[in-house]
Structure formats: C-alpha cells, structure tokens
C-alpha cells in the first residue's frame, strides 16, 4: 500500500512538471508564465520529495530538509523576481 502511495505522489509530481510547462505556450506575460511554471515546480518537486519520504522513510532527516528547502528556496524566489519585475523610481 505504501509503495502504491509512493508512486502516485511521484506520478502527480511529474505531472505537475509537465502541466507547469504549458504555459510557457501561451501569450501572456512573462511573469505570468515565470509564476504558473514555478508554482508547478514547487507542487512537483515536493510531491515527488513526499513520494520518496514513503519509499525511503530511514532517510526522513535529509528528505525533510530538502522538503524545508524547496519552499523556502522558491518563495524567496518568487519574492526576488516580483521586485525585480516592478519599475523602480528614480529620485533625481
């Protein structure tokens, strides 16, 4: 049971890797497609984090800090490229 578990969170992971792609077909902005690819990348990234946590449970340390990693790490990049996305003014 754990192993069919197991796989379907690594199967939802990579369909969101997949889905996350779509986008970037698409006309709209360039954040807006930045935005859907990295939140799909997050979602599946840390699906497929779980997914492992249920196959390799001995090694829960390192797979919660990769957990801890990823979405820290992409909500501190979605933050930097929201700033560097705005105009800045310039005070003369």
Same mark, same amino acid.
């Given at each position: 049971?754990? #192993?069919?578990?197991?796989?379907?969170?690594?199967?939802?992971?990579?369909?969101?890797?997949?889905?996350g792609t779509y986008p970037l077909l698409g006309e709209r902005s360039v954040l807006y497609k930045l935005h859907a690819l990295s939140v799909a990348d997050t979602l599946g990234s840390m699906?497929?984090?779980?997914?492992?946590?249920?196959?390799?449970?001995?090694?829960?340390?390192?797979?919660?800090?990769?957990?801890?990693?990823?979405?820290?790490?992409?909500?501190?990049?979605?933050?930097?490229?929201?700033?560097?996305?705005?105009?800045?003014?310039?005070? #003369?």
């Amino acid at each position: 049971m754990i #192993d069919l578990l197991s796989y379907g969170c690594i199967g939802v992971g990579i369909f969101f890797w997949f889905w996350g792609t779509y986008p970037l077909l698409g006309e709209r902005s360039v954040l807006y497609k930045l935005h859907a690819l990295s939140v799909a990348d997050t979602l599946g990234s840390m699906s497929i984090t779980i997914g492992l946590l249920l196959k390799i449970p001995r090694e829960w340390p390192l797979i919660l800090l990769a957990l801890i990693s990823l979405a820290i790490w992409n909500t501190i990049l979605g933050y930097v490229l929201a700033y560097c996305s705005t105009a800045q003014e310039s005070h #003369d």
